[in-house]
């Protein structure tokens, strides 16, 4: 494994991120909250400063020089993601508004044309919101049951009972590759294994794990695999969804509008081909190129190493957590990602949210979009710190000694 990074390294890193550098409420900005979204490298503000500058013009559709770099950007875009996840084929890869959009096109589309009564759709109880909800509109409107994949109290997925579960009336598993709340690193290769012996479909939301290592859809063998950009250090406003490309070709279209049609006409519409019949409409043409953008900026990295600084910060923060008296670390799992989940007795994560802000230190609080997971562990709410390859062993230290100050006000 490779070592994590040295101070001098992270402060090269931390060089290209501007937003890094500035003071909050008088303190400088410690920003622990990389899980909501990650910022972004100069290299990626320069991308969209410059499409803005000289290029910006529709895609596709012009006859005149600055759409053809607009198109010829856009398109490369799609062949950077599709090589940064080892997609066969860049009309594997969709463009959506985001993880939730992505997720929400499958079970629309996917779900509309395969699920019907007495069928199952397999969610985690570990899932965002975005990959419960949409699967529960179309269960109603299918009469399918949305059936949760039991998790134990440290947060990992029980593997008997997903298997258990399974049965030929499984037509989709649903799962996410990293919980966004506690940091799983769920098993999705074995689940995928599992699901495909009885015939089912797996999705899988890749959102918290595509900026931590390296993702390659064939060698995992899922049928869909959804993220955002805005948590790939790009920016907000541009999602991918990649699917097997003999799904993505009987599945309907999603939306209509521009785009998506082949032709036109009163007595009926033909559609386009792949992956243009699911992206109707004007696409977010700059968030595509930011999103390229990002992916070179991370190419120029050693990935292992920044994978094991992410380690290293958790297993520090960890350590110091378990110290505090009357904090209790939520989720626990053996395999976890830079995520740290906490409440403390005695206190509102809300309020102690609150007070790191004001002491410079961004975190997020609440039940972070999964409260069934909140409900199972008896907390409205936790405050999570999620770290990214630009923070610091200080950084981690400011976080204590601001939570010990919370502690003698608070308690």
């Not at 399918?144 to 997925?157: C, F, K």
């Amino acid at each position: 494994m490779s070592q994590p990074l040295t101070t001098l390294e992270v402060e090269k890193i931390r060089a290209d991120f501007p937003i890094l550098h500035q003071q909050v409420n008088g303190y400088p900005l410690v920003y622990l909250d990389n899980a909501a979204t990650t910022q972004k490298p100069q290299a990626v503000i320069d991308a969209l400063v410059y499409y803005y500058t000289h290029d910006n013009s529709n895609v596709h559709r012009g006859a005149h020089a600055l759409s053809d770099r607009a198109t010829a950007k856009f398109e490369s875009a799609r062949k950077s993601v599709a090589d940064f996840i080892n997609a066969a084929h860049t009309q594997q890869i969709i463009w959506t508004r985001g993880t939730t959009e992505s997720i929400n096109l499958v079970a629309a589309s996917w779900g509309a044309d395969n699920l019907q009564t007495g069928d199952k759709v397999l969610v985690s109880a570990l899932e965002h919101h975005s990959d419960i909800v949409p699967w529960q509109m179309i269960a109603e409107k299918t009469g399918a049951r949305v059936i949760p994949i039991p998790v134990d109290n440290s947060g990992t997925i029980e593997m008997e009972a997903f298997v258990a579960l399974l049965d030929s009336r499984v037509k989709m598993v649903a799962v996410n590759h990293v919980s966004n709340a506690l940091g799983t690193i769920n098993p999705v290769a074995e689940i995928i294994k599992q699901a495909h012996a009885v015939g089912a479909k797996v999705l899988i939301d890749g959102a918290q794990a595509i900026a931590h290592w390296p993702v390659d859809v064939q060698a995992m063998n899922c049928d869909f695999y959804v993220f955002s950009g805005h948590k790939l250090f790009g920016p907000t406003g541009i999602g991918v969804l990649y699917g097997r490309r003999k799904l993505l070709e009987q599945m309907p279209p999603y939306q209509g509008g521009g785009e998506m049609i082949e032709t036109v006409s009163f007595s009926g519409t033909t559609f386009n081909q792949l992956p243009y019949k699911f992206e109707a409409g004007t696409p977010d043409i700059a968030g595509a190129i930011g999103l390229a953008a990002a992916i070179d900026y991370l190419n120029t990295l050693d990935r292992a190493a920044l994978a094991a600084h992410e380690d290293a910060l958790l297993a520090y923060a960890t350590k110091k957590a378990l110290a505090v008296p009357g904090l209790k670390v939520i989720g626990t799992a053996k395999s976890k990602a830079a995520v740290l989940g906490f409440v403390i007795e005695g206190t509102h994560p809300s309020d102690i949210g609150m007070l790191l802000d004001q002491q410079g230190i961004a975190v997020r609080t609440g039940h972070h979009c999964a409260q069934p997971l909140m409900q199972q562990f008896g907390t409205p709410g936790t405050v999570r710190a999620s770290f990214s390859f630009y923070n610091t062993f200080e950084e981690i230290d400011r976080l204590f000694a601001a939570l010990d100050k919370i502690r003698q006000l608070l308690l």
